[in-house]
């Protein structure tokens, strides 16, 4: 892009979901961004546009000027940022078809993602977003294969931040579904280890993204 996006067009861009870049706008609005290579449509429905590395370099940077504001309203874009559940939400482990939707969507952008970004266009492993993002990063990757978030009974996975450098604790009570998380993370790129918490017995994973 040669020159500065316009004020609507950046507006549109840092609405952007956060996790995974998700646009939402009008069809002119969109296609003028994938014109200008700041978002690129998923070739898979529902076709969703996502932020390129270049939109989210301009998401991530100070707006040149501040946005002047529309000549009249605009028609709001659909409310609701998604987030991956890391266990412990209000809503705990509820699902529904619409949820569900939203989660294969956003893991489908995150590939997408990945394939742009890793220099070897590999999807089988982090990308640079999921290692500066560890604790959404494994939450979408568990939730997106079907495990389940805890809830107020307290079954279901947790993921929590760890003082150690690019790894995250993932914490769920029963034995099996916990092997089931380490797998499906190990499937998802990441390194994981099984561990036991000295007070409380408890085992639990810590994972990390894989570099090759």
Known sequence: ?????????????????PVT?????????????????LA???????????LTPAGHR????????????????????????FAARVGGEPEGALASPARTREVHSAWQGLLELRRMTNPDGATDR??????????????????????RPAGADGAGYRVRATPQPEAVAVHE????ALRACADTLEGAGWQVGAYTEPRTR????LASPRRV
């Open 126 to 147: 982090p990308c640079g977003w999921e290692r500066s993002h560890l604790v959404p990063a494994a939450a979408l990757a568990l939730e997106a294969a079907g495990h």
């Open 21 to 37: 870049g998700r646009l939402r706008g009008t069809e002119t609005q969109l296609a003028t961004l994938v014109k200008y290579g």
């Open 58 to 81: 301009i998401r991530e940077s100070e707006p040149t000027a501040p946005p002047s504001p529309p000549a009249e309203p605009e028609a709001p874009a659909a409310t609701g940022v």
């Open 1 to 17: 892009m040669t020159r500065p996006p316009t004020a609507a067009q950046r507006r549109v861009i840092d609405a952007a979901d």
């Open 40 to 50: 690129f449509r998923h070739p898979r429905p529902p076709h969703d546009h996502f």
């Open 173 to 176: 009570p029963d034995p099996e």
């Open 202 to 205: 408890a085992r639990y994973l």
